[in-house]
């Protein structure tokens, strides 16, 4: 245990240390120099996930009633995503401990109860948020809500900026503003909200679940990483066992739903399940192997895709606005990578 | 008369070793780093050529009939105001002259007619780039107009590096795109323009509108700077005379008006007339001692506060979209500048 201890804590320091010497593989492969996962991989990882990302709105519009209302009962769905995930990462972790080679077999799970309890952490926060948004959305309207998802990226930044001791230049400060205003000026405007009693109160629910969520990610990202050596699946195991735990005593001791548990399950609730459980492993990746900052800006990317794909069904007319918001959320992202790519390719900053 | 011209390009040496040395100064003062105009000097410049600019749409939309079309006579208004700009141009060279030391008079107005002749190439193209905008505006709905003035800013970003060899670094062309961006978000929507035949004329007449004038002025810009010892009101007489010259040669040989010279003349005519000479001076004011990305950039700013004045005055709500616009402006102009900036106030660009 206590040899255990130890070595985690030089991995931490190992963490520290890279931040400040090796930096410019700190985005592209955050922790694990050593390990050879190539661009082509962490280019494999960010498809999958945009991928998941752009079908997983589509199941969840489809499993809606006309007045917005899920026809699933919530809270089961939330439980029912962990187990579905448990199993997944349960049946491949199995294969991939049969598949390697005896010495290296306990690596794979080597985790001491103590630092497994830092998963239960995420699991807490995205219960939270869960909550959260159930009451936030009562006080304020959707459009603003969607308006609001755009500012993720900025809390993002901030929060990474302190939970993972990470600074970014101002132009990577700017990068994520622009990103933010090129999703908001991307996605249709909101109806005005009615400036009533009950606004700001929506307003901080909201921030507080944005909060919570993104803390969430980063702390899975952190653990996750200073874990590096275990079986992904394996550190998957652990989370969805806490985050299980968490959702059940939610379900029985916290809410009260008139639904019944699987009422108005049907098919689209299945694609539901299944969008959500792919998106949660492929995000598992992302953290792991990636980082959060990759992670929200994937989610804009997503939201233009899915809006490309809606203006191509739809037969909807692009407008300038739409190119243009396109256009600075893409300079956005070259912008928040270019000293990385300018590195990597040994690129010399002219100074004109 | 050889003495001179050794002299023009002696300066026109300087020119363009200033280029590639002392490339700090090179936007901020780009060719008399030893002239001793300060930061207040170029601000005030700025300030005068934005307020102008954010006054003169103004009297412009007080001068129109309710059809849109203008209560006085085109061709005379532009006579006029080259006749407005060169009084008042000659009324302050009088006194310039006077007050100056004897020893010093003649480089005031030290000017060859050969090198004169590069003051009507302007003349020239701003008279085609009056008449391109007459033919197409009719190809074209006002709204797209708008639109496509905003692309102006890259269109100068592009001109300005052929005719005046500025090198410009990937994050500035990127900002100008940016800020182009920024102006197309922020301006309402134009209403859809029927896809006709006469579209793409439009658009074609439009370019070839936007490239005239942008010519223009980073001629002027380069005249006025090769010939930077003379007073710039000198330098505006000159001009100044050429457009007359060129304007009147329209005026009698090219456009058949039905209107009389001088027909629906009245008090807004007065202030169109004065806001557009104001506007002339100042320009000149900004070629000489700036540039025409200044120009630009400040047109972009003009509009900005053109919108925020309407909102105030028409109790408009501003929404989220002008506010993101507006930070997408911001952002694209400090990034432009960053690089000046970091030298000028000696910050390390650091790289986490």
């Given at each position: 245990?206590n040899?255990?201890a130890?070595?985690f804590?030089?991995?931490?320091?190992?963490?520290?240390?890279?931040g400040s010497?090796?930096?410019?593989?700190?985005?592209?492969?955050?922790?694990?120099p050593?390990?050879?996962?190539s661009?082509?991989?962490?280019?494999?990882?960010?498809?999958i996930?945009?991928?998941v990302?752009v079908?997983?709105?589509?199941?969840?519009?489809n499993?809606?009633?006309?007045?917005?209302?899920?026809?699933?009962n919530e809270?089961?769905?939330v439980?029912?995503v962990?187990i579905?995930k448990l199993i997944?990462?349960?049946?491949?972790?199995?294969?991939?401990?049969?598949?390697?080679?005896d010495?290296?077999?306990?690596e794979?799970h080597n985790l001491p109860?103590?630092m497994?309890?830092?998963f239960?952490?995420?699991a807490?926060?995205?219960?939270a948020?869960?909550?959260?948004?159930y009451?936030g959305?009562?006080?304020?309207?959707?459009g603003?809500?969607?308006?609001?998802?755009?500012?993720r990226?900025l809390?993002?930044?901030?929060?990474?900026?302190?939970m993972m001791?990470?600074k970014?230049?101002?132009l990577?400060?700017?990068s994520?503003?622009?990103i933010?205003c090129?999703?908001?000026?991307?996605s249709?405007?909101?109806?005005h909200?009615?400036?009533?009693?009950?606004?700001?109160?929506g307003?901080?629910?909201?921030s507080?679940?944005s909060?919570?969520s993104?803390?969430?990610?980063?702390?899975?990202e952190k653990?996750f990483?200073?874990?590096?050596?275990?079986?992904?699946?394996y550190?998957?195991?652990?989370?969805?066992l806490y985050g299980?735990?968490?959702?059940?005593?939610?379900?029985?001791?916290?809410?009260?739903?008139?639904?019944?548990?699987f009422?108005?399950?049907?098919?689209?609730?299945?694609?539901?399940l299944?969008?959500q459980?792919?998106m949660?492993?492929?995000?598992s990746?992302i953290?792991k192997?990636?980082d959060?900052i990759?992670?929200?800006?994937?989610?804009?990317?997503?939201?233009?895709?899915?809006?490309?794909?809606s203006?191509?069904f739809?037969?909807?007319?692009p407008t300038?606005?739409?190119?243009?918001?396109?256009?600075v959320?893409t300079i956005?992202?070259?912008?928040?990578?270019r000293?990385?790519?300018f590195?990597k390719f040994?690129?010399?900053d002219?100074?004109?």
């Amino acid at each position: 245990m206590n040899y255990n201890a130890q070595k985690f804590d030089k991995n931490e320091y190992e963490l520290q240390s890279l931040g400040s010497e090796t930096k410019k593989e700190a985005l592209l492969a955050p922790v694990a120099p050593k390990q050879t996962t190539s661009l082509a991989t962490y280019s494999l990882i960010i498809f999958i996930a945009i991928g998941v990302k752009v079908i997983q709105p589509l199941t969840i519009a489809n499993a809606k009633n006309e007045d917005g209302s899920y026809r699933f009962n919530e809270s089961t769905m939330v439980l029912l995503v962990e187990i579905v995930k448990l199993i997944f990462c349960t049946c491949v972790f199995a294969i991939q401990y049969k598949n390697t080679e005896d010495d290296s077999k306990s690596e794979l799970h080597n985790l001491p109860f103590k630092m497994s309890l830092h998963f239960l952490v995420p699991a807490l926060l995205y219960a939270a948020s869960n909550t959260l948004v159930y009451y936030g959305i009562s006080y304020i309207n959707p459009g603003l809500f969607h308006v609001f998802g755009n500012i993720r990226i900025l809390i993002a930044g901030i929060l990474y900026r302190f939970m993972m001791g990470k600074k970014q230049s101002d132009l990577q400060w700017l990068s994520l503003i622009l990103i933010a205003c090129g999703a908001v000026l991307s996605s249709p405007a909101p109806e005005h909200a009615n400036s009533s009693d009950n606004y700001l109160m929506g307003l901080l629910l909201l921030s507080l679940m944005s909060v919570c969520s993104t803390s969430a990610s980063i702390y899975t990202e952190k653990y996750f990483k200073k874990t590096q050596k275990l079986s992904i699946f394996y550190q998957n195991i652990i989370l969805y066992l806490y985050g299980i735990l968490v959702n059940t005593f939610v379900v029985v001791f916290l809410k009260s739903e008139e639904k019944g548990a699987f009422d108005g399950f049907d098919q689209s609730g299945f694609m539901v399940l299944a969008a959500q459980s792919a998106m949660g492993v492929s995000l598992s990746f992302i953290f792991k192997y990636l980082d959060n900052i990759v992670y929200v800006i994937s989610l804009t990317v997503a939201m233009l895709i899915t809006a490309v794909i809606s203006m191509m069904f739809f037969d909807l007319d692009p407008t300038y606005e739409f190119f243009s918001s396109m256009a600075v959320i893409t300079i956005g992202i070259y912008i928040f990578y270019r000293s990385k790519l300018f590195e990597k390719f040994g690129i010399q900053d002219l100074v004109y």
